[in-house]
């Protein structure tokens, strides 16, 4: 089974300038059996702290916040954030993606890209899987690399595949209050963040000892590609056995 949350950010409108929080909300949960063609979708537990702190409303697609929904293909919500493998630069994409097309199944896609639009305010991650021995993997693109300063950002422009980064946690960011930064290892140039989602887990594995987490490049996209998919980064970790990445309340589905 492979699993994807939908996160909500709280960007409400007041006029025309945008106004709340600015706080994510892991708002539902996306199960899959592809080789089943059997997809389900439940709102988590966090969607009741979005409503409750931001005034969130279910969504179009999802009517219902007690409700499980099944279906044998892909939902439309998550569909409309792959784009289409007939454009010309499909290829191109995936390759941004450092995924192969025999590795490029919707979840994966979905998975490192995010699924973000531009005319909503969710985006979508994977569950992170603890292997037996409490080790995991995974892949974002770097975040916020855009608000760190002009050096970092030069030295940014020249990483390379391979090149190991340094995790460190940061205790007072402004907005998310702790956060996960990462680091060039050899100059100590800080170019960004890792996703606010991984931030419980990398903490947890983090507590175990330093050394328990290690970050490298896996590719750097230049220009003209966005911003959000300039940097990929490869991020491995180890938790304490029998520890459940994720598992916390706002993860976990109101209908199972």
């Not at 708002?27 to 059997?38: K, Q, V």
């Not at 021995?133 to 940014?156: E, I, K, T, Y």
Request: net charge neutral; hydrophobic share 40%.
């Amino acid at each position: 089974m492979k699993t994807l949350f939908l996160a909500w950010q709280d960007k409400r409108l007041r006029g025309d300038r945008v106004d709340g929080t600015r706080a994510w909300f892991p708002i539902g949960r996306l199960d899959a059996e592809p080789e089943d063609a059997h997809y389900r979708f439940a709102y988590t537990r966090g969607v009741l702290q979005a409503k409750e702190k931001a005034g969130f409303q279910p969504l179009d697609a999802f009517p219902k916040f007690d409700a499980l929904y099944e279906s044998s293909e892909l939902f439309p919500l998550f569909q409309n954030r792959l784009i289409s493998t007939k454009r010309e630069d499909y290829a191109e994409y995936l390759q941004r993606l450092n995924l192969s097309p025999e590795r490029a199944d919707p979840f994966e896609i979905l998975a490192i890209s995010g699924g973000g639009r531009q005319t909503d305010n969710l985006e979508v991650f994977p569950k992170i899987q603890a292997r037996r021995d409490g080790s995991f993997s995974c892949r974002f693109f770097l975040h916020g690399w855009r608000h760190v300063n002009a050096p970092s950002q030069d030295r940014l422009n020249v990483l390379r595949p391979g090149e190991q980064l340094q995790v460190s946690v940061e205790l007072n960011n402004p907005a998310t209050g702790v956060a996960v930064q990462l680091e060039t290892a050899n100059d100590y140039f800080m170019v960004g963040w890792a996703p606010r989602y991984l931030i419980h887990d990398v903490l947890q594995a983090i507590a175990g000892g330093p050394s328990n987490m290690i970050a490298r490049v896996v590719q750097l996209n230049p220009p003209p590609a966005p911003h959000n998919q300039r940097v990929l980064v490869e991020l491995e970790g180890r938790l304490t056995a029998g520890y459940e990445p994720m598992s916390s309340d706002e993860f976990l589905p109101l209908r199972s």
